[in-house]
């Protein structure tokens, strides 16, 4: 069993900053990547950022300049810094996961249960 449990989303004003964090817990062998999704009403799931176990980094061009992941590999965790944030931010925020969970295993993907983040005035 694997769980990723977020947290840190919230409500925020335009121009606001928000810190979201994501932790990998249960029967982990190793993991391949993390990274953020988003949805917001009426629109598909999109990417917003991944990171890869060597640290390379890849962004949508909606939020490059204002949003950056780092991970924790010590500690499971990936993070996401979100300034400037605006309207067009406003979603259900979701972490993600590539995790073996033994040596013979296939890497799966692993979802949170997600975490609203709204900007508004």
């Known amino acids: 069993q694997v769980q990723l449990v977020e947290s840190g989303g919230g409500l925020v004003q335009p121009g606001g900053s928000l810190r979201l964090s994501c932790a990998a817990s249960?029967?982990?062998?190793?993991?391949?990547?993390m990274g953020w999704f988003r949805q917001a009403p009426g629109k598909q799931r999109e990417l917003v950022a991944l990171?890869?176990?060597?640290?390379?980094?890849n962004y949508a061009d909606s939020v490059k300049g204002r949003f950056t992941i780092s991970r924790d590999a010590g500690k499971n965790t990936v993070y996401l810094q979100m300034n400037s944030l605006n309207s067009e931010d406003t979603a259900v925020y979701y972490c993600n996961s590539r995790i073996r969970t033994s040596r013979i295993d296939d890497a799966n993907d692993y979802w949170g249960q997600g975490t609203q983040v709204t900007v508004s005035s």
């Open positions: 249960g029967s982990i062998y190793s993991i391949n990547g």
């Open positions: 990171i890869t176990a060597l640290g390379r980094t």
